[in-house]
Every structure is written in C-alpha cells, then in structure tokens.
C-alpha cells in the first residue's frame, strides 16, 4: 500500500494568514488570467516512451529500454524460445559440466609434468592410502588412470593435495577430510564427501557424484567443477551450521540443498534443484543461473547482491527471508526472476529487474522497485508492501495492449 499525502495536508502547511479564494463563482474563475496566491498548478508528469517490440531476450523498461534479462552471456544450447538463456544440466551428458557460454564442456586431462617432491601413488586402494599417509605437510599426491573404491571412505589426516589423471580417468569412492585440514583434489571423480569441523576443501576440474556433508564452519571451493548428487531425498550440499561455498565455473544439481546459516558465492555457475535452496545465511551470486523447485529461502541479514543472475521457482516462492525484515538487505539488479510467487518475506532493493509470470511481490516483505518490469498473466496481481516504486512498468502478458 503506498501511503499518500492528502490534499488538506499539503493545504494546512500554509499560513493561516494566506489570502483565501476569490468570492466568485468556480464557473467564472479564469486560473490562467487570474493570479490565486494559495494555487499552484500541478506539473505535467513525465511520461516516457516504452519500446514497442524488443529484440529476443530483452525486455521493455521505462527508463532504460529494451534490456537483456539475467544471464547476458550464453550458448545456444540454452536459450529459451524468447531467447533468455536458462541453462539446463540435463543438456549435457555425465561426465561434462555446463558452461552458460561454451555449452557442455568436457574434463580436461591432467597434462602437468611431475614434479621431484610428487608423490606418484600405487594404482591400488592400500597403494593410494600409503601414499596419503606417508607424504608430508603440503605435498602434492599424483594418481593415474585407475577406478579405486575401498570398504570405506578414503581418509585425508593431512592437509595435501591429491591429483588425478583426468575426471574421466581417475575415479575415486567415498572421501573424508579430518578436522583443521586445507585440502585441494583436482582431475578426479569422486562420490560422497565429508569435511570436519575448520576443514576446507577446494575441487578444481572435479566431478563429485554424490553428497557433500559439513560438520560446521567449513569452506568448500569449487572452481570447473560439476556436483552432482544421486537422484532422491538427500541434499546434494548438507551444512548443518556456518560455513560458506565458493562456486565459480560451477554446477551443482540435486534434491535439495542444506546450507544452515552458511554463505554462499556463486560466479558463472548453475544450481539446479529439484526442491529448494534452504537457509543460507547471506547470498553473492552474479552471471549465474538458479533453477529450484521452491526457491531460495534464506536465513540471516547479512548484506548480498544478486546480479544478472535468473532465479527460477517452479513452485512456491523465488526468493524467502527468514529474518526480521529490517535486518536484511539484498540488492538484485539486472534478473529475470520467474515463478509463481515472488519474493514473499523479503527485503530487496529491485533495480532493473523483470519479473515474468509473478502473482506477488513483496508480499509481507520490503521491497524497493526501481525501473523493474512486471510481466502477469491475467487474473494475477503485484501485492504486499512496497515502499518505494519508481519507473514500474507493469504489462498483462496474455492481454495484448493491457497495461
């Protein structure tokens, strides 16, 4: 609801020594040839010119014009009919990662020479453990070409790194990283993962298969790397509490996923969910792509942004704050965010944003509009508390000409 002044407001700020109307009928009241001390008239309003047609992937804006909508940059493997780029994981067959500008991207093999401190470990499970366990501080462990799945997981007492002969080469089961530990795993497939508490662990060129679980306070960075959980119930990331993920180049599909009160970056990357995002404490993501089933529902008032970026719910909410509302501040600027409801509970400073097949935004929530589009279906409505609305444009998607 948007809280305007009344006129007998704006009226009895003047003095009350002000000279009153003319004693003469309104009929005979000239306003353009007779001076009226206590009137002023009204400035016209200034009404811009709203493109009649955008190109593909770009949507009308009051201020700005034709704008493209989320991702700018994108292979053709992933735009939609209306040419916004939506990448979709399942484009891309096992053993690939999607790269919203290259499409489906093959893992490279590890082309680097040995070095003398090297560690080259025996093709075998207890070949692989000695050599973990025998190597010092900060060596590096180099193992070929080999599927190795022992009785149980893989332990990593120390902190190392462990390099494969390429994802498609090296397969490795179940790995555990112990407490305190900074730990790097690079050209190799792994299935499920598990970090102790202060552990940190960075994948480059990495394909993990299976879950990824936090005890607290834990650091995960991947960079071209694909996480991808087995199909059902369990969340493709687990953090029960802190911790942050650092995604660049980036996909990550599952069930869901659990991220409690932690922090999430995301640069380039695609999350893709069969069920929601739940509970990050604070949110960075840019050039990137989330697609849910129920959104993301954050918790915590720390600050984030959210740039060219699309947000896509299939159900649900797009984006919740689970937070007292005043605490909170997010800024989402240049998104094509799509679903069904909207950001609901939120705090947002909305710039350039279109929000496409929307039925409420802001509801209980706070949200400053600035030069966003609002494209509904008919029937739906833009509700709840908005504080501030600047340079909306506001269009009926199935009514043409209906503004």
Do not use: K, M
Request: aromatic share 4%.
């Amino acid at each position: 609801r948007l809280a305007l002044p009344h006129a007998s407001d704006e009226l009895s700020a003047h003095p009350t020594d002000a000279p009153g109307p003319p004693d003469v009928a309104s009929a005979d009241l000239d306003l353009a040839d007779t001076p009226v001390p206590w009137y002023s008239p009204l400035e016209s309003p200034w009404v811009p010119s709203v493109p009649a047609a955008c190109s593909a992937g770009e949507f009308p804006h009051l201020r700005s014009g034709c704008r493209p909508a989320g991702l700018r940059t994108c292979a053709d493997l992933f735009r939609e009919a209306d040419g916004v780029c939506l990448p979709r994981l399942a484009e891309c067959p096992p053993d690939t990662r999607a790269d919203t500008l290259a499409g489906c991207v093959t893992f490279p093999d590890d082309d680097a020479p040995l070095e003398p401190t090297d560690v080259v470990a025996e093709l075998t499970v207890a070949g692989l453990e000695a050599a973990l366990s025998a190597t010092t501080v900060g060596a590096r462990v180099r193992v070929g070409a080999a599927s190795l799945t022992g009785p149980g997981p893989l332990p990593i007492a120390r902190s190392l790194t462990l390099r494969g002969a390429g994802a498609t080469q090296t397969r490795l089961g179940p790995v555990s990283v112990a407490n305190g530990l900074a730990v790097v795993l690079e050209h190799v497939t792994l299935s499920d993962v598990s970090l102790d508490a202060g552990s940190s662990l960075t994948l480059n060129d990495v394909q993990v298969t299976g879950t990824i679980r936090f005890v607290e306070q834990t650091a995960l960075r991947a960079s071209r790397s694909r996480i991808a959980a087995r199909a059902g119930e369990e969340p493709v990331v687990a953090a029960p509490f802190g911790g942050f993920v650092e995604l660049y180049d980036s996909t990550v599909s599952g069930a869901r996923w659990e991220h409690n009160r932690g922090r999430l970056l995301a640069a380039r990357s695609i999350i893709e969910l069969d069920g929601d995002l739940n509970q990050p404490g604070s949110v960075d993501i840019a050039d990137s792509a989330v697609l849910t089933g129920s959104g993301i529902r954050q918790w915590g008032s720390g600050a984030g942004r959210v740039l060219r970026s699309a947000l896509v719910a299939t159900s649900g909410a797009v984006f919740t704050t689970v937070v007292e509302l005043q605490e909170a501040s997010v800024a989402v600027e240049d998104c094509l965010i799509r679903g069904p409801s909207g950001l609901v509970d939120a705090a947002f400073v909305s710039r350039r944003n279109v929000f496409d097949g929307i039925t409420e935004v802001g509801l209980r929530g706070r949200v400053t509009s600035s030069d966003d589009t609002f494209r509904v279906t008919s029937g739906t409505a833009v509700v709840g508390y908005l504080p501030l609305i600047s340079d909306l444009y506001l269009v009926h998607a199935d009514v043409p000409n209906e503004t």
